[in-house]
């Protein structure tokens, strides 16, 4: 019989670091090492992470450097549960970079059921706005609202997936 301690250790094992802003998580994929980062808590949405562009065939002795790569893709992701379970790690802390540091803006859509796309909004944590028109180049780069699985993080991250190629 297992006996929980006041402390959340089983039998002497710890569990799962308690996540934390600038937390680096290690993703495992068919096609090698990726990192992310922990950049925002939102009330309603949890985490965000920042998936990293790039590999790794081992792991690096300063997370600094790979907080400063190019950024993959942001989504939110329930990376305590995660955690939990084993299916990523919690292996570091890193300072947010300023560029990080800033909550980005969502897009979001939605089709009718004829297959018709609705009206774009924009959503900046706090704010919707309905757009009238259709998306700008950079508006397209923007992340996708939404929460993310397990299996579509590592998806994503195979199939070097960004915002501005995504079909909603």
């Known amino acids: ?21 600038g937390n680096v998580i290690q993703i495992l994929t068919s096609r090698g090492v990726c990192y992310a980062q922990v950049t925002h808590k939102h009330l309603r949405y949890g985490y965000l992470l920042r998936v990293f562009d790039g590999f790794h065939s081992d792991r690096p002795n300063n997370f600094g450097q790979v907080v400063t790569s190019p950024v993959l893709f942001s989504a939110f992701f329930p990376i305590q549960k995660a955690v939990d379970e084993g299916l990523v790690a919690n292996v570091g802390n890193s300072s947010v970079t300023d560029a990080n540091s800033v909550f980005p803006i969502f ?3 939605a089709r009718d059921r004829d297959g018709r796309r609705g009206p774009w909004w924009l959503w900046n944590g ?19 609202h939404g929460i993310i699985t397990a299996p579509l993080l590592v998806e994503r991250i195979e199939k070097g997936y960004r915002a501005e190629t995504h079909d909603l």
Not at 1 to 21: E, F, N, P, Q, V
Not at 126 to 144: A, C, H, I, Q
């Open 126 to 144: 706090e704010t919707e706005v309905m757009l009238t028109r259709g998306l700008s180049d950079e508006e397209k780069r923007y992340p996708v």
């Open 107 to 109: 897009r979001t859509s």
């Open 1 to 21: 019989m297992k006996c929980l301690t006041t402390r959340g250790s089983i039998l002497g094992l710890d569990m799962a670091k308690r996540i934390k802003i």
